[in-house]
Nanobody, 122 residues
Framework: EVQLQASGGGLVQPGGSLRLSCAVSGFDFDDYTIGWFRQAPGKEREGVSCIRERDGSSTYADSVEGRFTISRDDAKNTFYLQMDNLEAEDTANYYC???????????????WGRGTQVTVSS
């Protein structure tokens, strides 16, 4: 059974940092592109970042470029999203997923984890 478990969300002040983790099981982790989506209240779910299995390249949404960093630890079957200089607009439920595609051509996922809430507020 494919499982993805996100953790690390919380309440943080603007300008602060959080690191999200996603532990995966039930599939060959290093065979998949993996990444993060988010959904804010009243908004559509959007792709945030992904990292590809074939070459380790990553893609970021314009809104987080330069502030967020995605990484993966294949030995631990875990990947991460380091979020720095957080803004109120980053408040959302963050989901980890395995991705079929990510980038300018679109974002699509195969398997989803449960979300973890990130709230940026003073």
């Amino acid at each position: 059974e494919v499982q993805l478990q996100a953790s690390g969300g919380g309440l943080v002040q603007p300008g602060g940092s959080l690191r999200l983790s996603c532990a995966v099981s039930g599939f060959d982790f290093d065979d998949y592109t993996i990444g993060w989506f988010r959904q804010a209240p009243g908004k559509e779910r959007e792709g945030v970042s992904c990292i590809r299995e074939r070459d380790g390249s990553s893609t970021y949404a314009d809104s987080v470029e330069g502030r967020f960093t995605i990484s993966r630890d294949d030995a631990k079957n875990t990947f991460y999203l380091q979020m720095d200089n957080l803004e109120a607009e980053d408040t959302a439920n963050y989901y980890c997923a395995t991705l079929d595609d990510c980038g300018p051509g679109g974002w699509s996922a195969s398997y989803w984890g449960r979300g973890t809430q990130v709230t940026v507020s003073s």
